[in-house]
């Protein structure tokens, strides 16, 4: 299973965190008021935010930990396939295990979102094996520890983003904020133009911000075909 992208392609049969909806919001999100030149992706799944960091910084090296061994062996199958190879490398290794004596400029994550692993998919219960479930849930790595373990490995400059159910983002950015680091902006997604917002992707730093900004995205028009907003910021990546 291959998903292709404009300069890139995704390996994704083996890795539980597979190519979606959300991994491509956050890629073609990923931002910064400086220059990146190192940057982390927690929890890399299949490696597709790393690849699209890789394609967007083109001067940035870029690391990615992964504690699933399928995923992990998909990542770096999928980084050494990339254009990108020299400047991407997996560890396979756990946030909470992972040693370094580097600074990250940027880290981005898609954390696991829930709390336990009896959740709903819209309507319905996701029909995903007993292992994605538990990468998927906090029983491997809850919000205070992502926020924990982020905060070393910043630079004093350094943005910090995730893509978080819309309903999570007070309790994460409290969290945060205790920790030092602080929301300094917030875009926040919906499916449809008539469908409420569910998913929010956050930009915290490590100095308070002047001015909190935010934004929202459209996915589908009522249609099902891609929202302008959203073919417009994908328009780097997707053939």
């Not at 992208?5 to 539980?16: C, P, R, T």
């Not at 600074?103 to 219960?125: M, R």
């Amino acid at each position: 299973m291959i998903f292709r992208f404009k300069q890139f392609e995704v390996k994704h049969s083996d890795s539980l965190l597979k190519v979606n909806t959300d991994a491509v919001l956050l890629g073609a999100l990923l931002s910064s008021n400086y220059a990146i030149k190192r940057a982390l992706d927690i929890g890399t799944g299949c490696g597709i935010i790393a690849l699209m960091a890789a394609q967007k910084f083109t001067d940035a090296t870029i690391d990615a930990i992964e504690i699933d061994d399928m995923s992990f062996q998909e990542a770096s199958y999928n980084f050494k396939s990339s254009p990108f190879s020299n400047r991407l490398q997996a560890f396979h290794s756990a946030l909470q295990d992972f040693i370094t004596i580097n600074k990250y400029d940027l880290v981005f994550s898609n954390p696991p979102f829930f709390e336990t692993p009896d959740f709903s998919k819209g309507k319905n219960k996701q029909d995903i094996s007993l292992e994605r479930k538990k990468y998927a849930t906090q029983f491997t790595l809850n919000f205070d520890e992502l926020i924990q373990f982020t905060l070393p490995l910043l630079a004093p400059k350094g943005i910090f983003m995730v893509i978080l159910p819309k309903d999570a983002v007070l309790n994460f950015t409290q969290k945060a904020a205790v920790n030092g680091l602080f929301l300094s902006k917030e875009v926040d997604i919906r499916s449809k133009p008539d469908q409420d917002f569910k998913r929010s992707v956050l930009c915290l730093e490590m100095q308070p911000p002047i001015k909190q900004t935010q934004d929202q995205i459209t996915i589908y028009n009522k249609d099902g075909t891609r929202h302008s907003q959203y073919a417009s910021l994908t328009s780097e990546y997707y053939l």
